[in-house]
């Protein structure tokens, strides 16, 4: 504990293990949201996603240990699989000056916190929007993260989107319902698009109304404080068009499959933290 010092929010420099998807939607949220600027944030990369990363100022190296050396905030965004071995590889310039971060699904903090060898860490299941300001993300903190490690991490990631703090016996869960989610709704609006398209709707068109309307109605569900129960029996109209299309849904068992949905990619979730 002795070398745990507190990491100033505005000058923080934060750097990502993992040049990925998720390591881009956060910086991208980040640099954007202006709560560090693009010279605070920083990754490694040898191939095509250097180009990605360079073009929002993000500063890449070559190798890992050039941004572990240069960074406050260690945020590792690699795949579950391999996290085990990028930590053990960076351990011997891991040290409690830095606090450490993993968005991988699957990975308990208790086996991130042995490889790295020290658990000033912070567990994170952030999502995609990220990218556009609208994440949801929830954090856990390790055994020797303080108060002020966790306010600057909610704050880093609060700047992206909304964040709860919860037990990470709940990341399984968490993991299938909001971090896998977006891919639900996007094959949704993707099908949606598709069915304006059958009903004889130009393609361009069609997208256009299923996306906004998917972002209309989440919009209403997180502002009016109505349950989403009441807010579909303001749509549907009695012997209406809604309630016929809601019949087909129920016919096909919509809710039931989105119940499994959530909870099979749970089941990954924990199926990973058993590798
Ligand atoms: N995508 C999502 O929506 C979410 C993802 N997560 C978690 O985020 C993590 C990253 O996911 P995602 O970004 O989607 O995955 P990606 O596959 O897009 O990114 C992983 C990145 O890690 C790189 N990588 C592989 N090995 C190493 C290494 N030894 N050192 C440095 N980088 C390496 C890969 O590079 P290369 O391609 O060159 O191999 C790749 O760019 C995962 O653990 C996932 O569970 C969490 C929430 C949501
Ligand atoms: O599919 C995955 O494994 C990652 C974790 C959550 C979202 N994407």
Same mark, same amino acid.
């Given at each position: 504990m002795a070398n745990i010092t507190p990491i100033s929010t505005?000058?923080?420099k934060i750097g990502f293990i993992g040049a990925g998807k998720m390591a881009e939607s956060i910086g991208r949220g980040v640099i954007n949201s202006g709560v560090l600027p693009a010279s605070n944030v920083r990754t490694a990369h040898l191939g095509l996603r250097r180009t990605v990363f360079e073009s929002f100022g993000t500063k890449v190296f070559d190798q890992n240990s050039q941004v572990v050396q240069d960074s406050d905030v260690?945020? !590792?965004s690699v795949k579950s699989q391999v996290v085990k071995d990028v930590v053990l590889q960076l351990r011997p310039l891991l040290s409690e000056k830095q606090l450490l971060v993993s968005v991988?699904? /699957?990975? =308990?903090? =208790?086996?991130?916190?042995e490889w790295a /060898?020290?658990? *000033? !860490?912070? *567990?994170?299941? $952030?999502?995609? $929007?990220?990218a556009v300001g609208v994440a949801a993300s929830v954090i856990t903190l390790g055994d020797a993260a303080t108060k002020e490690d966790g306010e600057l991490i909610s704050k880093i990631f609060g700047a992206i989107g909304k964040v709860w703090t919860a037990q990470e016996k709940l990341f399984d869960a968490i993991t299938g319902l909001s971090a896998s989610g977006p891919a639900y709704i996007f094959l949704a609006i993707e099908a949606l698009a598709d069915g304006g398209v059958a009903a004889g709707l130009p393609r361009e068109l069609s997208l256009g109304l299923a996306s906004q309307m998917v972002l209309g109605a989440a919009s209403m569900a997180v502002s009016t404080g109505k349950h989403p129960s009441q807010l579909k029996d303001d749509v549907a109209s009695p012997g209406g068009t809604t309630i016929a299309g809601i019949h087909e849904l129920e016919k096909a068992g919509f809710r039931g499959i989105l119940m499994n949905a959530v909870v099979a990619a749970a089941k990954r979730s924990q199926e990973l933290s058993m590798n």
């Open positions: 505005e000058s923080c260690v945020i !590792f991988v699904a /699957g990975v =308990k903090l =208790k086996d991130l916190q /060898g020290h658990s *000033r !860490f912070i *567990r994170v299941m $952030p999502n995609t $929007p990220a």
